[in-house]
């Protein structure tokens, strides 16, 4: 298994450039089996989750080819319908493929995503939903299997309001909804960035959607979509990790490529604890060179859906507050179990109490590196961040959770004066 050695305290400083979204870029590969049409994306990042997904679409009968930030996809052949566990246990986002699948050819078979470092995570929301619009769904030896039992064959427009906010949830029923028969209303609708992403290419293809990007989404059904091409939106979460670590290591730090609208509550957290941040179309620039008292003040934080504090962010800006003046309260509302960074961030000398969901973050002048362990891919995320921070070298290990979400980071944080290396167990033979 790969490791990172970060040897921390490095100047940062330059310019890094963002790639797409990754929880934009699931939701768009999965939309394509809507079409017979061919799909193209532009700006796709070069990562294992989006890997993992096109490996499923593939074993769907779909065509998938990626060169470099292009994908084209062509969902003609399809004659599988199911999503096996083998595939849906390494990503629980593969539970994408329902919606689409039991819209236009009418039956899915989808394995349930069982347990996830971050808690339960269940799916109930996603079969709800699709009941409503019409699906059979039993669940059998561990997988959703659904059917449409319409007299047409197709789905039908409904009412759903969701019993909490879900961002994947939200999507695979939009994607459902496109070929439904008649109007759809989701209420509760998950407003983040990626949803109005997602919402774009379906219109792009012919859907006819409104009020993405707010809690009501409409869709009046269609009989069919056609292909599209569509750009991906920036990863806030890249971005947000790039500034996370810039204020950290008290840097000065450029992030092209980005979309600052996307990123109000982590700039306005981030400018709290001192840091000055410039935007323009398509960057940010995060200085933390010359810090009043040469450290980020501690700043409190609780996660919630958008445009609240991002969970996804929640690791990495606590990593900032371990080295911050003060003492900060970080209280995690979406996951359960999200705090399993912080028995590694005490390795490297942070003080944190947690009690239940909130943490209490007290800042020390300086992190000392170690060994410590990737749990989940944001945790990794926080744990760089501390590491690029922290004086010494310290060696992550289990980043096959960090390649799961990011685009080349080691490459890029060199490319910003990071020391920072991948030791390949496969390299060195051991
Ligand atoms: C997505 C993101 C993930 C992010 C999360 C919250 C993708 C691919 N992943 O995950 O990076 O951390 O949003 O912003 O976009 N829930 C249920 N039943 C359901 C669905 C959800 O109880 O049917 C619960 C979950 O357990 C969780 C909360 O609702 O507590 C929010 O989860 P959800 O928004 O669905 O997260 P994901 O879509 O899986």
């Known amino acids: 298994m790969d490791k990172l050695r970060i040897t921390g305290q490095r100047t940062l400083q330059g310019v890094v450039q963002a790639s797409g979204a990754k929880n934009a870029a699931l939701p768009l590969i999965a939309a394509a089996l809507l079409t017979a049409e061919t799909v193209q994306l532009s700006n796709a990042p070069q990562l294992m989750d989006v890997r993992t997904l096109?490996?499923?679409?593939?074993?769907?009968?779909?065509?998938?080819?990626?060169?470099?930030?292009?994908?084209?996809?062509?969902?003609?052949a399809v004659n599988h319908y199911e999503a096996s566990y083998e595939l849906v246990k390494t990503m629980r986002a593969s539970v994408l493929v329902l919606g689409p699948l039991l819209a236009r050819f009418g039956q899915a078979r989808v394995s349930l995503p069982g347990g996830c470092a971050i808690g339960a995570r269940p799916v109930d929301q996603h079969i709800k939903g699709l009941q409503a619009l019409g699906?059979?769904?039993?669940?059998?030896?561990?997988?959703?299997?659904?059917?449409?039992?319409?007299?047409?064959?197709?789905?039908?427009?409904?009412?759903?309001?969701?019993?909490?906010?879900?961002?994947?949830?939200?999507e695979n029923l939009m994607m459902a909804a496109t070929l439904a028969e008649g109007e759809t209303l989701i209420d509760n609708a998950a407003r983040e960035p990626e949803i109005v992403d997602l919402a774009n290419l379906l219109r792009a293809m012919g859907?006819?959607?409104?009020?993405?990007?707010?809690?009501?989404?409409r869709i009046q059904g269609v009989d069919a979509l056609h292909g599209a091409s569509h750009?991906?939106?920036?990863?806030?979460?890249?971005?947000?990790?790039?500034?996370?670590?810039?204020?950290?290591?008290?840097?000065?730090?450029?992030?092209?490529?980005?979309?600052?609208s996307h990123q109000d509550a982590l700039l306005d957290k981030l400018r709290e604890a001192g840091a000055q941040i410039d935007t323009g179309a398509d960057w940010i620039r995060l200085r933390a060179d010359a810090l009043p008292g040469g450290r980020p003040r501690?700043?409190?934080?609780?996660?919630?859906?958008?445009?609240?504090?991002?969970?996804?962010?929640?690791?990495?800006?606590?990593?900032?507050?371990?080295?911050?003046?003060?003492?900060?309260?970080?209280?995690?509302?979406?996951?359960?179990?999200?705090?399993?960074?912080?028995?590694?961030?005490m390795r490297l000398g942070a003080q944190i109490d947690i009690d239940g969901h909130t943490c209490v973050v007290h800042g020390v002048p300086q992190l000392s590196g170690a060994t410590v362990m990737a749990t989940d891919l944001r945790a990794s995320a926080g744990l760089v961040v501390a590491a690029l921070a922290a004086e010494g070298e310290t060696v992550i290990d289990r980043i096959y959770h960090l390649?799961?979400?990011?685009?080349?980071?080691?490459?890029?944080?060199?490319?910003?004066?990071?020391?920072i290396e991948r030791i390949s167990d496969r390299i060195s033979g051991k």
């Open 298 to 345: 501690a700043v409190s934080v609780r996660t919630t859906e958008y445009p609240g504090f991002a969970t996804d962010m929640q690791a990495q800006f606590m990593a900032v507050n371990c080295l911050a003046e003060g003492a900060a309260r970080m209280t995690e509302t979406i996951f359960e179990n999200r705090f399993m960074h912080v028995q590694e961030l």
């Open 207 to 217: 859907a006819q959607i409104r009020g993405d990007g707010t809690s009501q989404i």
């Open 54 to 76: 096109a490996k499923l679409l593939r074993s769907l009968g779909a065509q998938v080819e990626q060169d470099g930030g292009q994908i084209r996809l062509s969902a003609a």
């Open 403 to 419: 390649d799961r979400g990011y685009d080349a980071m080691e490459v890029k944080l060199r490319g910003v004066g990071a020391q």
């Open 231 to 260: 750009r991906i939106i920036p990863d806030r979460i890249e971005v947000g990790t790039f500034l996370c670590a810039a204020l950290a290591a008290r840097g000065d730090v450029t992030v092209q490529g980005a979309e600052p």
């Open 135 to 170: 699906a059979d769904i039993a669940v059998e030896h561990g997988y959703i299997v659904a059917r449409v039992a319409t007299p047409s064959g197709r789905l039908r427009g409904a009412r759903i309001t969701t019993d909490m906010v879900t961002v994947t949830g939200t």
